[in-house]
Nanobody, 121 residues
């Protein structure tokens, strides 16, 4: 069984920083892309950033220059360093991975439970 667990959310003032982490655990054979999404109250879940297994990154326009995604393949973790936070960044942040579980023949996407980030003005 595969699990994703996020951590690092919290309350921060506008202009501040937070670092989110997501750890994948369980019977994992291989991890491909690792992503961050977010969902604000009353809005659809939206893409934030992604990183491939060879560390190529892509960001949503609204976080470019402020957020940095990174991963540690040895620990099966992905992180999101969030700087210059704005009130509009307030949302539940979710990690998602494309991975192949042990004894599985293919790659499937898994989601974490989410972690709340609140930015006060």
């Amino acid at each position: 069984q595969v699990q994703l667990e996020e951590s690092g959310g919290g309350l921060v003032q506008s202009g501040g920083s937070l670092r989110l982490s997501c750890a994948a655990s369980g019977s994992i054979s291989s991890i491909s892309t690792m992503d961050w999404y977010r969902q604000a109250p009353g809005k659809q879940r939206e893409f934030v950033a992604t990183i491939t297994s060879d560390d190529r990154t892509t960001y949503a326009d609204f976080v470019k220059g402020r957020f940095i995604i990174s991963r540690d393949n040895a620990k099966n973790t992905v992180s999101l360093q969030m700087n210059s936070l704005k009130p509009e960044d307030t949302a539940v942040y979710y990690c998602r991975t494309l991975l192949r579980a042990t004894m599985s023949s293919g790659f499937y996407r898994y989601w974490g439970q989410g972690t709340q980030v609140t930015v006060s003005s």
